[in-house]
């Protein structure tokens, strides 16, 4: 199922496992001018390289994926509702002119995609909770302002509820993996979906960061769409 705000891929099952990737597309509706350089949309900055991938891969039997529809440059759903990030005038260093809008048509921006998009996430979990959530997203090798690598393979984020990562991480290290704990970033920091509809509801989640050049083509993707599959099992049997 699709709609303007996002995507819904396979059958949410009550038990089984719901991916949500908040930043998983770089479309732009039309009728929305960003005023930066096509070339860009291809970058982080719009995009989180490699999540769709991972994600589509990653659905069949108990496993579905909630996917935004519209770029981060659009509206960044993992924001909360009030942040100025939610339609950024910036990213990365990068101007985004489009986005200097009148608060009516920020307020009408927000109302469009935000709104619809946290509030059908709202009814999957409510209606057909899961056993876990995992929220996917990717990260780049080094910062824009930096040339040093971050050496991460896969970082786990989380806030309050630390369930699901006590268990994954030495899961992910047994894979010969560097695994970042609260790395490259801090949930306790930037959080605001999983803190929104997961730890404000007693719902387990797994935070996952990978490293884009891991999954910027199909054999990564595959490689890691099994690899979570196998690690998110072993978390739900855990968590029982």
Request: charged content about 20%.
């Amino acid at each position: 199922m699709e709609t303007e705000t996002h995507r819904l891929l396979g059958e949410p099952t009550p038990g089984g496992l719901l991916i949500v990737a908040d930043h998983a597309s770089n479309r732009v509706p039309h009728d929305v001018v960003l005023g930066i350089a096509p070339e860009r949309m291809g970058e982080h900055i719009a995009i989180d390289i490699g999540v769709a991938g991972v994600a589509e891969r990653m659905v069949g039997g108990a496993t579905a994926a909630y996917m935004a529809n519209v770029s981060r440059l659009v509206c960044d759903f993992n924001r909360y509702h009030d942040a100025p990030g939610v339609v950024p005038e910036t990213s990365d260093g990068h101007a985004i002119p489009g986005n200097h809008l009148t608060p009516e048509a920020r307020a009408a921006r927000i109302a469009r995609f935000f709104e619809p998009y946290h509030a059908r996430l709202a009814d999957l979990l409510e209606f057909t909770p899961p056993a876990l959530i995992l929220s996917l997203h990717s990260f780049t090798p080094a910062l824009a302002t930096s040339d040093a690598p971050r050496p991460w393979h896969v970082g786990v984020l989380y806030n309050q509820d630390e369930r699901a990562a006590r268990i994954a991480i030495p899961l992910l290290e047994a894979e010969g993996l560097n695994v970042g704990d609260q790395q490259p970033y801090s949930g306790k920091l930037l959080n605001a979906t999983m803190n929104r509809h997961a730890d404000a509801r007693g719902r387990a989640y797994l935070g996952i960061e990978i490293r884009q050049d891991l999954i910027g083509d199909a054999p990564g993707q595959a490689i890691w769409a099994e690899r979570l599959a196998r690690i998110c099992a072993a978390v739900m049997q855990a968590l029982r």
